[in-house]
């Protein structure tokens, strides 16, 4: 098991190399300055802006750039960001708990939601509740966050005035009327956040719940005189989650990713924000930190979910 | 064995819901992580005593004796810029919210108000030629600064700190992007403690280029003293300086989170600090300008907003919820069309578009006259600016000193026609053609809802008159990128027309006015960086421009300036077409922000109050 853990880590060392290059790579060779705003500005002429390119380093070809974004990143040294002007990790420290806290929050919610949704759907398959069910996670699955976003602000932050549009990132807990205060922003981009992320993972459940109902075992389970209770949340369930909780670990660097159009609607301004933001400036330092901060969380967790699954399934073993 | 493994998947579950938890539950008490913000981390309740210097009856009575019972003084001002800042210095700006955020903690100079005269801030008067703080031969100018400043850290305001900011900015490795302004700068002298004497490289017609409106901004040696050059980006103290500045204005900092949020107390040692309304100032980043707009004008969160560039048809039933009032905060420039002298046709390879080959139709000077007479100007602004933009027929429309009143640009299709026919130029079915060649333009511009619109009706008009357009909208980051590898940046202009805003940054006209002579047409030769992209060169013109270079005479200036711009719309060099404001919004109890063409739309903040 070690060695196999120690050989995936190994593995895992060019794979991010060849993220980082490609990422870099786009990156550069996408159009984009990051003074573009001051472009026409007859104020701050073109020489002026050269030097500011030549202080970000950017007059460098962008083979070199990269070799020294890696050998600083090696040192430790992420870089600073062209708009702050401060180190990137910094901004990335700030940015992570509003992240955390509505993306995270979303995704528990979706988890705890989409389990027992997705087993009765199973188990009273094309009942009533089955239908509704399934009708509203295409819905979910279907329908934009910017339209879900647009709507429900439209209805509940600017005609019925429930919960405020703008979030306040500052806003420090101390009391109750501070709880309900922080409870009442998160409330709209977590429901946006919920009704997607439900919607894929109830179809997963239902869909892994009805593969092991038809199994021998099943029958075998039932033909003991075993209750229908005891059947499915005892035998059925416990195999049909293994999947569902491998895609679960899958899904969780996707919380530190944020919610890019969520977050920008309501002003979270997380991690998702940041990404988008940096991306229309050309902030390159930023977008390399965060892009390969994802792609990290992404190798670990593929990581932990092979694990997992030789934990969860005694079948699979690892040698 | 299913008992082994329920235990395992539940162990999991239980561990992830705590690392969430765990993470979920440090945001709210959670400091912003980054030194920088650190001056005051809100642990001495500052908003308690917020005038130490003045007498408690005085301050809201005095300054406006006229207003109803006055609202009690002190409370929150919140701001939303759909932008946000994510520096607070302002030589390091990348945006004007930038500048912005820094406006309310540190101070120039002087400022223009809402009618483009200057506003002495730190200064204690505006040097003129009457007063003689102005040298008549334009070599130098002398300010006076108020007596007893004090920065917010309680140390005293010196014209060091002056001389210091020239320095920081003249480094080329500090890289500033107010550099420009600090560049004609030849010396400054310290005359004596609150007199100091600027000399210039050359003479100059502009003696308040310096240390005026959002780019001259006063930094405070003590704080930046290390920061010239490579440090200002790179030492972490300078990193931390550039988020935290120590300023002269009413409020200082609490607490910043670059590209989010920026908080602000009341600064004790202000000068007027018995004056300032507001106890508290927040300027919160993000999101898109018509949410803000709701925010302001619908569900009232915040007190102003700012920019709100949206399509009148979206901008007016929000404004009109009763609950707040437009602005125009400031002038965003001119939105015109400008021709290609040169010959963008692809088939000219390498050639395309340089300043020696002539364009085949747009040199006549019929063509360009009969394009500006059929584009109905008033059909644009009525249909997609509405409240933030009315017709101009001048590309040089501030300050209103400048703003020509021999010009005219009323729509009229017969008459374009007319010329085009006597230039002879006849119709060949719906296109009109000469010796072969057809008048069939390609009119590029960025993409962006209105000038979308904009182009489609550009492009019916110029169908009454037999010219056929074929429009192109580019990626805005590629369109105004200026990257020298791409095709479709407007500096090459591989079109035949192309449309985009661009104004004057000061109210002296001439560097604006110098994007239209022949040294600067933008070529290969110079890597597309002449700031002439219509490549538009009249010997008229530049022997004007020499002129209005040597004239230090504002009154002669500013007929100069008139003169350069009826040129330019009577030789149909540019085509202006829309005169663009900056709508702001601002709840209806809010008393203060006004519209400014040359400075921040937050210029006077400090006087901002909350009328009842």
Known sequence: MLQYIIRRILIAIPTLLIISFVIFAVLALAPGDPLAQFALNPAIPESTRELIRVQFGLDQPWPVRYVRWLTSLLRGDWGFSFGTRGPVLDLIWQRLPQTLIVVGTAYLIAVLLAIPIGIISAVKQYSIFDNVATFFAFVGFSVPSFFTGLVLMLVFAINLKWFPIVYNTTLQIVDWDTFTQQVRQMTLPVMVLVVQQTAALTRFMRSSMLDNLNLDYVRTARAKGLSDRMVVLRHVLVNSLIPVVTLIALGIPTIFAGAIITENLFRVNGLGALLITSINNSDTPVVMALTFIFAILTVVFNLIADILYGVLDPRVRYS | ?612
Request: glycine fraction near 6%; charge should be negative; charged fraction near 20%.
């Open chain 2, 1 to 612: 064995m299913s008992h082994k493994r329920l235990w395992a998947w539940m162990t999991l579950m239980a561990v992830a819901a705590m690392i969430l938890a765990a993470c979920g539950s440090g945001q709210p008490q959670a400091q912003p992580t980054a030194a920088p913000a650190a001056p005051a981390t809100a642990a001495p309740a500052p908003t308690a005593a917020p005038q130490p210097t003045a007498a408690p009856e005085q301050p809201t009575a005095a300054p406006q004796p006229t207003t109803p019972p006055a609202a009690q003084q002190g409370g929150k001002l919140t701001i939303l810029y759909w932008q946000a800042v994510t520096t607070l210095n302002p030589h390091l700006a990348t945006g004007t919210k930038d500048f912005d955020g820094a406006t309310v903690i540190l101070e120039p100079l002087a400022r223009y108000n809402e009618k483009d005269e200057l506003v002495p801030f730190l200064a204690a008067e505006i040097p003129t030629i009457a007063n003689g703080g102005v040298a008549a031969d334009g070599t130098s100018v002398t300010w006076k600064i108020k007596p007893g400043l004090k920065w917010s850290d309680g140390t005293d305001f010196t014209i060091d700190d002056i001389i210091f900011t020239w320095k920081y900015c003249a480094e080329p490795a500090t890289a500033c992007t107010t550099k420009a302004a600090f560049d004609p700068i030849a010396n400054i002298e310290k005359i004596d403690d609150t007199t100091l004497k600027i000399t210039w490289k050359e003479p100059t017609a502009d003696p308040y280029i310096a240390f005026v409106g959002p780019f001259g901004m006063i930094l405070q040696q003590k704080q930046f003293g290390n920061c010239i050059g490579a440090a200002a980006s790179t030492s972490a103290e300078c990193q931390a300086a550039n988020l935290a500045p120590i300023g002269t204005n009413a409020w200082k900092l609490r607490e910043f989170r670059p590209g989010d949020t920026v908080i602000y107390e009341r600064n004790p040692f202000f000068r007027d600090a018995d004056k300032v309304f507001f106890d508290e100032v927040e300027i919160k980043g993000g999101g898109d300008a018509t949410s803000a707009a709701r925010a302001v004008c619908e569900t009232a969160e915040v007190d102003f907003a700012w920019n709100l560039q949206i399509p009148k048809a979206v901008l007016e039933p929000i404004l009109a919820s009763g609950k707040c009032d437009a602005i125009a905060g400031g002038l965003f420039g001119v939105e015109r069309i400008v021709v290609n002298f040169a010959n963008p046709d692809p088939a000219l390879g390498d050639k395309r578009s340089e300043p020696d080959q002539p364009h085949p139709f747009l040199t006549d000077p019929a063509v360009r006259r009969a394009i500006s007479l059929a584009i109905d100007r008033k059909a644009i602004d009525d249909q997609l600016y509405g409240p933030t933009g009315e017709p101009t027929c001048n590309i040089l429309v501030v300050p209103a000193a400048v703003n020509s009143p021999n010009t005219k640009c009323d729509r009229d299709v017969a008459e374009a026609n007319r010329i085009l026919d006597e230039a002879g130029w006849v119709r060949n079915g719906p296109v009109r053609e000469k010796n072969g060649v057809k008048l069939i333009v390609s009119f590029q511009t960025s993409i962006n809802t209105l000038r979308q619109s904009s182009q489609a009706i550009i492009k019916s008009n110029l169908a009454e008159i037999g010219i056929q357009v074929n429009v192109k909208a580019i990626d805005a980051a590629v369109f105004f990128g200026g990257d020298p590898g791409n095709p479709d940046t407007l500096n090459k202009f591989y079109a035949d027309l192309q449309m985009y805003t661009n104004g004057p940054n000061s109210a002296d006209p001439q560097q604006y006015l110098q994007g239209w002579i022949c040294a600067e047409v933008s070529s290969s030769a110079n890597q597309w960086n002449g700031s002439n992209n219509g490549r538009y060169c009249n010997p008229e013109y530049d022997a004007l421009f020499e002129q209005l270079k040597k004239e230090l005479n504002q009154e002669r200036r500013a007929q100069l300036a008139i003169q350069m711009n009826d040129l330019l719309v009577n030789d149909g060099a540019v085509i202006p077409l829309i005169n663009r404001r900056t709508p702001n919004a601002k709840l209806k109890n809010l008393e203060g922000p006004t519209f400014n063409t040359f400075d921040s739309s937050i210029w006077n903040i400090a006087t901002w109050r909350r009328v009842p």
